[in-house]
C-alpha cells in the first residue's frame, strides 16, 4: 500500500481532516493531513485548501500551517479494473427531473430568465468500499481533470473528477474558462453541437468576460472548442484577464461564482428558482475547492463530476450529485439522460 493511502486510512480512521488532491494531467499527488479536528473558517486561512459551499454559505478550508504535508507520485497508486455494471434507470427520478424541468421552461419562455441549471442526486449503495479503491480509481481513470479526496468530520466525505476550473491566479493575472454544453461521446474529432449547446456556452462566456471587466481587467479569450472529460465532452473557453495592480481573489469569487455554467443568468433569478423548486440542499456540490492562498496564488475549481459518501442505516452509500443546463432550447428526455451519463462518470469507478 502506497505511504500517501496508508496515511489517508489512518487520518479518517482517526476522525482527522484531510484533503487529497492531484491537478489536471499532473502525475503529483498533493495532501494535508490536519493535525488537529478544528473546522476553520476559509477566511481565516492565509494558505491552505478551501472547501466552499454551492450558496456560500460554508466556507471552510484546511491550513497547510496546522497540516502535515505529503506529496507522491500517482505511479505509486495501484490502479483497479473500472466497473462495468449496468445500473438501471430510476423511472421515478427521470419523471420528477423531467417535471422540474418543464417548470423551468414555462419560467424561460415566460421571460423570467433565459438559463437555469438543475440537478439531482443519485444514491448508490456501496459493497466493500474502501477509499484506497475508489480514489485510486478516480486518480488514474480522469487524467485530465481536477481529482480529489476530503474529509473532515463536520463536513463529510468527498470526492470527485472535475473538468471546470473556476480560477487560478497569480498576483496580478487571473485565468478561467467558460465551460458548457454537454455530449456522450469517445470521438471527440466528430462532434456536432446543436445551437441550444452553443448559445449555453455563449452565455457563460459573455458573463464571466463581463465580471472580469467590471473589475478593471484587459481580457483576451480563446475560441470555442471541445474538450474531452472522460466519455463526456463540453464545449470550452480559455479566458485571461490582466489587472493593473494585484488582484484581490475574494473580490472576484463574489462575482464570479456561482457561473452560469452551475445557476444559469441572469443569477439572481435563476438561483431562486433553484432553491425553491430543485427540492434538496445541494451541499458542496458546485461549490468551489482547490488551492488557496492569500498572498495571491489560488488554484480553483468548481466541485463538479462529485459524489458524498457516507453511512446510512448500516449501509454505505454513495450520493452522486449532476445537473444540466437549461434554456429554450431544452428537451424533457434528453436532459435527464444528459444526468444519467454525467453520473455514470462516477458509477464507472464504484463497486
Known amino acids: 500500500m502506497s505511504r500517501l493511502i496508508q496515511k489517508i486510512q489512518e487520518h479518517f480512521d482517526s476522525k482527522l481532516p484531510f484533503v487529497c488532491y492531484c491537478k489536471p494531467n499532473s502525475n503529483k499527488l498533493i495532501a494535508l493531513f490536519q493535525r488537529n479536528n478544528q473546522l476553520h473558517a476559509l477566511d481565516q486561512i492565509k494558505s491552505g485548501f478551501a472547501f466552499v459551499s454551492f450558496d456560500s454559505n460554508s466556507k471552510y478550508g484546511i491550513p497547510e500551517q496546522e497540516s502535515d504535508v505529503y506529496i507522491e507520485s500517482i505511479s505509486n497508486f495501484e490502479a483497479y479494473q473500472n466497473s462495468d455494471k449496468v445500473y438501471e434507470v430510476d423511472i421515478l427520478a427521470k419523471v420528477n427531473f423531467e417535471s422540474l424541468v ?3 421552461l414555462k419560467e424561460i419562455n415566460s421571460g423570467t430568465f433565459e438559463k437555469v441549471v438543475l440537478s439531482r442526486n443519485e444514491v448508490v449503495e456501496l459493497s466493500n468500499f474502501t477509499i484506497k479503491k475508489v480514489f485510486s480509481s478516480l486518480v488514474s481513470k480522469y487524467t485530465n481533470s481536477f481529482r480529489y479526496c476530503f474529509y473532515h468530520s463536520e463536513i463529510g466525505l468527498w470526492m470527485g473528477a472535475t473538468p471546470e476550473q473556476l480560477l487560478k491566479s497569480n498576483q496580478n493575472k487571473v485565468q478561467t474558462v467558460s465551460l458548457a454544453g454537454t455530449q456522450l461521446s469517445s470521438d471527440i474529432k466528430n462532434i456536432v453541437w446543436e445551437e441550444k449547446e452553443i448559445n449555453e456556452q455563449k452565455t457563460v462566456t459573455e ?12 481580457v483576451a479569450k480563446s475560441e470555442p472548442y471541445t474538450f474531452q472529460a472522460g466519455s463526456i465532452v463540453h464545449i470550452k473557453t480559455d479566458i485571461e484577464a490582466q489587472f493593473e495592480s494585484e488582484v484581490n481573489v475574494p473580490n472576484i469569487l ?28 445541494r451541499e458542496y456540490y458546485a461549490g468551489y475547492l482547490g488551492e488557496w492562498n492569500q498572498d495571491g496564488n489560488f488554484d480553483l475549481y ?25 434554456n429554450s432550447g431544452s428537451q424533457l428526455e434528453k436532459e435527464f439522460f444528459e444526468t444519467v451519463n454525467k453520473a455514470q462518470t462516477l458509477k464507472s469507478i464504484l463497486n
Do not use: Q, W
Open 102 to 104: 418543464e417548470k423551468a
Open 302 to 326: 468548481v466541485n463538479l463530476r462529485c459524489m458524498k459518501v457516507e453511512t446510512n442505516d448500516g449501509s454505505v452509500i454513495a450520493k452522486l450529485f449532476v445537473g444540466c443546463g437549461i
Open 207 to 218: 458573463y464571466i468576460v463581463d465580471a472580469l471587466k467590471s473589475c478593471g481587467a484587459e
Open 254 to 281: 463574489e462575482l464570479l461564482h456561482p457561473t452560469p455554467a452551475v445557476c444559469g443568468f441572469p443569477k439572481t433569478e435563476a438561483l431562486e428558482f433553484i432553491f425553491a423548486n430543485e427540492g434538496y440542499y
